[in-house]
C-alpha cells in the first residue's frame, strides 16, 4: 500500500467518524486486509539460477524502495547522511559500539548505535535493529542485539522521533 493509498484510507476514516459512523474502523480495517491478501501485480516466478535473482534483484530493490518511499536518487545527492561519530566507543571483548548521528533529512539529526562483532571478517551481515515502544529507545532491548552481535552480525539501530536521545533533540513527537 503506498502513502496515497495511507492517507486516502485514513482520510475515509476520518470522514467516517466525523459523521458518525459506528463502523468506520471495522470498514477500513475490513478494506486493510483485503488489500493485503491481493497477489501483487507482476509477480516475478522464482528463480532458478543465481542469474535470474541478479537479473530479478533490481526490480525487487525498487519495489522495496518505493514501498518505504525512499528519496530518489536526486534527493539523496540533495541531503547527504553527514553521518558522524558523536562519543568514544564503548570496547568490550567480544564486541564494540559505535555512536553514530546522522541527518535522515536535512537538519533532522538521527542518533544510532552500531554493535560491531570482534574477531569477524568484514563486511559482516548487518540487522538494522528498531526498537519498540520503550521511551529508553535505542537503549532497550540489550539481550537481543547482544545475542546478534555474539553471533557474529553487526547490529545498526536508531531512536525513533520522540524517545530516547531525540527526546532532547527538538524532535519529540507526542505519545499519547
Not at 59 to 86: C, G, H, I, M
Request: charged share 25%.
Amino acid at each position: 500500500m503506498n502513502w496515497k493509498m495511507k492517507s486516502s484510507v485514513l482520510g475515509f476514516l476520518v470522514m467516517m467518524l466525523l459523521v458518525g459512523s459506528v463502523h468506520a474502523q471495522d470498514m477500513v480495517m475490513k478494506h486493510i486486509a483485503a488489500e493485503a491478501r491481493k497477489t501483487p501485480p507482476q509477480a516475478l516466478a522464482d528463480p532458478a539460477t543465481k542469474e535470474e535473482w541478479e537479473a530479478q534483484r533490481v526490480v525487487y530493490l525498487e519495489r522495496l524502495k518505493e514501498s518505504f518511499n525512499f528519496p530518489s536518487d536526486e534527493q539523496r545527492a540533495q541531503w547527504p547522511l553527514n553521518a558522524k561519530y558523536t562519543r568514544s566507543d564503548l570496547e568490550n571483548e567480544a564486541f564494540t559500539i559505535k555512536h553514530v548521528v546522522f541527518q535522515s533529512m536535512p537538519h533532522w539529526w538521527v542518533p544510532a548505535n552500531l554493535w560491531l562483532p570482534k574477531n569477524v571478517e568484514f563486511p559482516a551481515p548487518t540487522v538494522l535493529y528498531l526498537h519498540g515502544h520503550s521511551k529508553q529507545g535505542k537503549s532497550s532491548y540489550t539481550d537481543a542485539k547482544l545475542n546478534l552481535v555474539h553471533k557474529g552480525y553487526a547490529v545498526f539501530c536508531f531512536d525513533e522521533c520522540g524517545v530516547g536521545e531525540r527526546n532532547f533533540t527538538g524532535q519529540r513527537a507526542d505519545r499519547g
